[in-house]
Structures are given as structure tokens and as C-alpha cells.
């Protein structure tokens, strides 16, 4: 159902509610919102937590919104919440019924929560400010008593929708100067104070605190690379397969949400290089065999990109990709869901080709500064497509897994 009717709700809530699932909908709001806070005359951004806002949304307003913003999936949505769902309990006979909110593991809960929560957004929606919603986590940009304002109207109409915003647990973003006359304010919240906040996966704040941030989680990342190695020794293959398609594409997120960091991404480096690279080839690698390495596999390589290098070009590509939604999120004007999904489309298409033709150089330079005998093999593998077999998840069941000879091997 989601597969046929969720486009339809991806244009109804545009903008306004981005947990339709509106492609780089989070990525567009991290942008949009740290644009909105650089500017001069927004002194603050609100990050409002509800208390367990999927269990607590009115299901049956839910239920009507989808009827007037989702026809086409509405009676499935009836359907299947006509009844009450129970819930029973593991080593207990009590049980409970399910009367509010929507089911966990339910797959169009996401997409039933957007629908319940569209008109209240709209309700909130002001000239006076800018703000942002994906799923339950709402926020608001702009000066500090508009953003007050926004939060009363927010208490006000929220529970009519089963959405109960607890202050206590919700954080102020404030520039320098401004927090004692935030303290003031919002003195009678208990909401905490700060001159920086994650946000969605990004930082919002001064430079010196995105920085701090990206250090932490390289530190993280670094103590999972160690980790890697340990599995890399006993099981080379199937380390690899979890780097390059699961690992990596952590940091390539923060990446593309924070710019400016790439010498914090340097411990992560040499990380890779110095432990988890020796363990998948079972030896010592030179210091000139490193950029072949971080090529992907159809160019001889092992397909680990290089975080320090990919920084730059990570954070650009997203920012241009996101245009259109970003500037709809700060103007409040109404998205063409259609452009942006073609726009940014056309963006990650331009962007690997651009960064395909810089591999195929930088390899076509790597093999041509090799000794004839290493330069003609790679040559051949490249020639042929000999290494497309590394970008096979190594499954038991299609004979797909190598031992630690055959995998160091094969490479």
C-alpha cells in the first residue's frame, strides 16, 4: 500500500511534515534550519521532545485526516485499526488493547503518524517564525519571544492531537549574549539552555562545538574499526562486506550534515589504514598501495573510501541536492515535490559521474606508476571486472562465503 499510495502523501505534506518520507528529507531540514540560525535576526531555535508521541497520537483524528489528506489509502488505514490490536505480555496473563496511537511494527506507522499530525502543523504555521517537523520532533527558529509563542500554541492544541510536548526535556538554542534574556523567557519551562544541540543527526551551534561533536563520534568510530580488525582476523570477508555497506555510510551521513571537519576525520584514517586494511589483506601495506585500496573494487581497489577525502565533497553534494527543500522549509512557501525529487535526482547523478571520472583517473595514474609485472595484473582485473565478486554479501546459502585463505587469496 505504501509502495502505491505514498506519493501521495509525500506531496500533501511537502515541507511541512518530512516524515512522509520526502527524499533527503532530513539532510533538507538540517540545512534549511542551520541557514535559519546563522541568520542575524533569529536569535534562538526551540527542540521540542513529546512524550511518547506514537503511542499517544488521537488515532481516531489520525484515521479522519488520512479520509480528507490520504484518500487513497484511507480504508486501509481503517481497516486495519478498526479493531483494537492486543497486546499481550511475555510470562503474563494480562493483556492490554492498543486504542491510541499506532501499532509498533506497523509499516505505514511512520506515514499514519505524518497524516495525524499535518493539521496541527498547519495550525502553528506563522509569518513570525520558521518551523520544522519530521515525525514528533518539531522545532522552531527565530527570536526568542515568537518562539515562546509558538511553544504556548503548541501546549495549547498539541493534546487535541495527542501530541504532549514535555518542556523539561526539550532544549534552547541561543547566541552568544542572548542566554540570560532567554532565561527569562522560558524560565518557567525548565528547558535546557545551550549554545549548540544535535539536531536530526546534524549540529546546530558554533563551529568550535560541530567540531567537538564530530570528534566524539570519529573517537566512536575508531573503537569500531578496532573492532573490525578483531572480526577482519577470523573473518576477513564478512568484516569487509559490514565496513564498506553498513560502517562507512555512517560517517558519510554526518559528513554530508556537517562541513568544515576534515582534519577531525584524520584519527579515523589512519585507523583504517594502520589496523582493519593489514587485517582483510593478512599483511603489511605499504604506504603507496593506500589510494589504490580506497579505489572502488570495479577499479581494483576494496571500495574504503577515504573519510578525510570524502568530506568536502559529501557536505556540497548534499547542500545542492536539497535546494529546493530547504528554501521551501525557510520561506514556508509550498514545495513542488515532483522538482525536488527531480533536482536532487539530477544532483546525485552529476555527482557520481563527476566522482567516477576522478577515480578512473587516479587509478589509470596508480596502475601506469606500477612495475610491469603488478601493473599488467591489475590492468587485466580492472580490464575485465575481476573484483565485482567483493561487492557480493558473502551468504552461506549461495556458496557466496570464502574462508580466510580463499578471501586474502582471491585478493
Same mark, same amino acid.
Given at each position: $500500500?505504501a509502495?502505491?499510495t505514498?506519493e501521495?502523501l509525500?506531496?500533501?505534506?511537502?515541507?511541512e511534515?518530512l516524515?512522509?518520507?520526502i527524499? &533527503?528529507?532530513?539532510?533538507?531540514a538540517?540545512?534549511?534550519?542551520?541557514?535559519?540560525f546563522?541568520?542575524?535576526e533569529?536569535?534562538?531555535l526551540? *527542540?521540542?521532545?513529546?512524550s511518547?508521541?506514537?503511542?499517544a $497520537?488521537?488515532?481516531?483524528l489520525?484515521?479522519w485526516?488520512?479520509r480528507?489528506? @490520504?484518500?487513497?489509502?484511507?480504508?486501509?488505514?481503517?481497516?486495519?485499526?478498526r479493531?483494537?490490536p492486543?497486546m499481550i505480555f511475555?510470562?503474563s %496473563?494480562?493483556?492490554?488493547?492498543?486504542q491510541?496511537g499506532t501499532t509498533?511494527?506497523?509499516? *505505514?506507522?511512520?506515514?499514519m503518524?505524518?497524516?495525524?499530525?499535518?493539521? =496541527?502543523i498547519?495550525?502553528l504555521?506563522?509569518?513570525q517564525?520558521?518551523q520544522?517537523w519530521?515525525?514528533?520532533?518539531?522545532?522552531?527558529?527565530g527570536?526568542?519571544? /515568537?518562539?515562546?509563542?509558538w511553544f504556548?500554541?503548541?501546549?495549547q492544541h498539541?493534546?487535541? @492531537?495527542?501530541?504532549?510536548?514535555?518542556p523539561e526535556k526539550?532544549?534552547?538554542?541561543?547566541? #552568544?549574549?542572548?542566554?540570560e534574556e532567554?532565561?527569562a523567557?522560558?524560565?518557567?519551562l525548565?528547558?535546557?539552555i545551550?549554545?549548540?544541540k544535535r539536531f =536530526?543527526g546534524? $549540529?546546530i551551534?558554533?563551529?568550535?562545538?560541530?567540531?567537538?561533536y564530530?570528534k566524539e563520534?570519529v573517537e566512536? @568510530?575508531?573503537?569500531?574499526? %578496532?573492532?573490525?580488525?578483531l572480526a577482519a582476523?577470523k &573473518?576477513?570477508q564478512a568484516? /569487509?562486506?559490514?565496513?564498506?555497506?553498513s560502517l562507512?555510510?555512517?560517517w558519510?551521513?554526518?559528513?554530508?550534515?556537517i562541513?568544515g571537519?576534515e582534519?577531525?576525520?584524520?584519527?579515523l584514517?589512519?585507523?583504517?589504514?594502520s589496523?582493519? $586494511?593489514p587485517?582483510?589483506?593478512?599483511?603489511?601495506?605499504?604506504?603507496?598501495e593506500?589510494s589504490?585500496?580506497e579505489?572502488p573494487?570495479?577499479l581494483?581497489?576494496l571500495?574504503i573510501?577515504?573519510?578525510?577525502?570524502?568530506?568536502?565533497p559529501?557536505?556540497?553534494?548534499s547542500?545542492?541536492?536539497?535546494?529546493?527543500?530547504?528554501?521551501?522549509i525557510i520561506?514556508?512557501a509550498?514545495?513542488?515535490?515532483a522538482?525536488h525529487w527531480?533536482?536532487?535526482t539530477?544532483?546525485?547523478?552529476e555527482?557520481?559521474?563527476r566522482r567516477?571520472? =576522478?577515480?578512473?583517473?587516479r587509478s589509470?595514474?596508480?596502475?601506469d606508476s606500477?612495475q610491469?609485472?603488478? %601493473?599488467?595484473v =591489475?590492468?587485466?582485473?580492472?580490464d575485465?571486472?575481476?573484483?565485482? @565478486?567483493?561487492?557480493?554479501l #558473502?551468504?552461506?546459502a549461495d556458496?557466496?562465503d570464502?574462508?580466510v585463505?580463499?578471501f586474502?587469496d582471491?585478493?
Amino acid at each position: $500500500m505504501a509502495l502505491i499510495t505514498a506519493e501521495d502523501l509525500k506531496e500533501e505534506c511537502g515541507s511541512e511534515q518530512l516524515s512522509a518520507g520526502i527524499k &533527503s528529507g532530513i539532510e533538507g531540514a538540517i540545512h534549511a534550519i542551520e541557514s535559519l540560525f546563522e541568520e542575524d535576526e533569529n536569535e534562538c531555535l526551540l *527542540l521540542v521532545d513529546a512524550s511518547n508521541a506514537f503511542n499517544a $497520537m488521537s488515532r481516531p483524528l489520525a484515521l479522519w485526516n488520512a479520509r480528507i489528506y @490520504w484518500p487513497r489509502c484511507a480504508r486501509f488505514l481503517f481497516n486495519t485499526y478498526r479493531g483494537f490490536p492486543v497486546m499481550i505480555f511475555r510470562q503474563s %496473563k494480562a493483556i492490554i488493547l492498543s486504542q491510541e496511537g499506532t501499532t509498533q511494527g506497523d509499516p *505505514l506507522g511512520m506515514l499514519m503518524y505524518a497524516v495525524g499530525t499535518l493539521p =496541527l502543523i498547519r495550525r502553528l504555521k506563522s509569518d513570525q517564525y520558521t518551523q520544522n517537523w519530521y515525525a514528533d520532533d518539531s522545532a522552531c527558529c527565530g527570536k526568542l519571544r /515568537h518562539a515562546r509563542e509558538w511553544f504556548d500554541l503548541l501546549r495549547q492544541h498539541g493534546p487535541k @492531537w495527542g501530541y504532549f510536548p514535555e518542556p523539561e526535556k526539550s532544549f534552547l538554542v541561543v547566541k #552568544p549574549g542572548l542566554k540570560e534574556e532567554a532565561k527569562a523567557i522560558f524560565q518557567d519551562l525548565n528547558a535546557g539552555i545551550v549554545r549548540a544541540k544535535r539536531f =536530526l543527526g546534524g $549540529m546546530i551551534g558554533p563551529a568550535s562545538d560541530k567540531k567537538s561533536y564530530v570528534k566524539e563520534k570519529v573517537e566512536k @568510530w575508531v573503537g569500531y574499526v %578496532k573492532k573490525f580488525t578483531l572480526a577482519a582476523k577470523k &573473518s576477513p570477508q564478512a568484516a /569487509h562486506a559490514a565496513f564498506t555497506k553498513s560502517l562507512q555510510c555512517e560517517w558519510a551521513f554526518v559528513q554530508r550534515a556537517i562541513q568544515g571537519c576534515e582534519e577531525e576525520y584524520l584519527p579515523l584514517r589512519d585507523a583504517i589504514r594502520s589496523q582493519f $586494511m593489514p587485517a582483510l589483506m593478512g599483511q603489511e601495506i605499504h604506504e603507496d598501495e593506500y589510494s589504490l585500496l580506497e579505489l572502488p573494487a570495479r577499479l581494483g581497489g576494496l571500495a574504503i573510501q577515504n573519510p578525510v577525502d570524502t568530506q568536502a565533497p559529501n557536505f556540497q553534494t548534499s547542500k545542492r541536492a536539497v535546494e529546493l527543500l530547504a528554501q521551501s522549509i525557510i520561506s514556508g512557501a509550498p514545495l513542488d515535490y515532483a522538482e525536488h525529487w527531480e533536482h536532487a535526482t539530477q544532483v546525485i547523478v552529476e555527482e557520481r559521474k563527476r566522482r567516477s571520472e =576522478l577515480e578512473c583517473q587516479r587509478s589509470k595514474e596508480i596502475i601506469d606508476s606500477l612495475q610491469p609485472n603488478r %601493473k599488467r595484473v =591489475l590492468q587485466r582485473i580492472v580490464d575485465a571486472s575481476a573484483s565485482q @565478486w567483493l561487492t557480493v554479501l #558473502p551468504k552461506s546459502a549461495d556458496s557466496f562465503d570464502l574462508s580466510v585463505t580463499q578471501f586474502q587469496d582471491a585478493l
